[in-house]
C-alpha cells in the first residue's frame, strides 16, 4: 500500500459517521439506505460518505438485481495492520533497548543498593 493509499484511508476513518458505517458493514453488506437509516441525515450525506470509503478501497458495492449492497473490503485492513504492526515492533524494540540501559545505570548506581539495603531493614 503506498503512502498516499495509506493516507487517503486513515483519512477516511477519521470521520466518525464513516468508522460507523464501517463497523456495521463488518457484520453485513447493507444497501445506502439501510446504512442511513440510524442517522439524522439525508440519504445523499451518507452516499457521499460511502463514496469517499469507496475512494479510500474501503467499500465497493455490487449489483444484486434492484439493490446495490455496499461491501466491506476487509483486505485493506489487513495492510493498515500490518503498517501499524511494523511501528508497534519497532516502539517495543525502543523500550526494550531503554529497558536494559536503565537496568545498567541502575546496577551501577551505588545508591541503589544503599536504598535496596534500608528498604529491607
Known sequence: ?????LS?????LADPTRRDIVTRLASRDATVN???????????AVSKHIRV??????????RD????P??????????????IERYRREAEDRFRRLDAVLEQ???????AETREEGQAS
Open 34 to 44: 439501510e446504512l442511513a437509516e440510524p442517522y439524522d441525515v439525508s440519504v445523499q
Open 53 to 62: 470509503l469507496e475512494d479510500a478501497g474501503l467499500v465497493s458495492r455490487t
Open 1 to 5: 500500500m503506498t503512502d498516499d493509499r
Open 105 to 111: 545505570l541502575q546496577d551501577k548506581d551505588p545508591r
Open 70 to 83: 455496499c461491501h466491506l473490503e476487509a483486505e485493506v485492513f489487513d495492510l493498515m495492520t500490518k503498517w
Open 65 to 68: 438485481a434492484q439493490r446495490r
Open 8 to 12: 487517503q484511508v486513515f483519512a477516511a
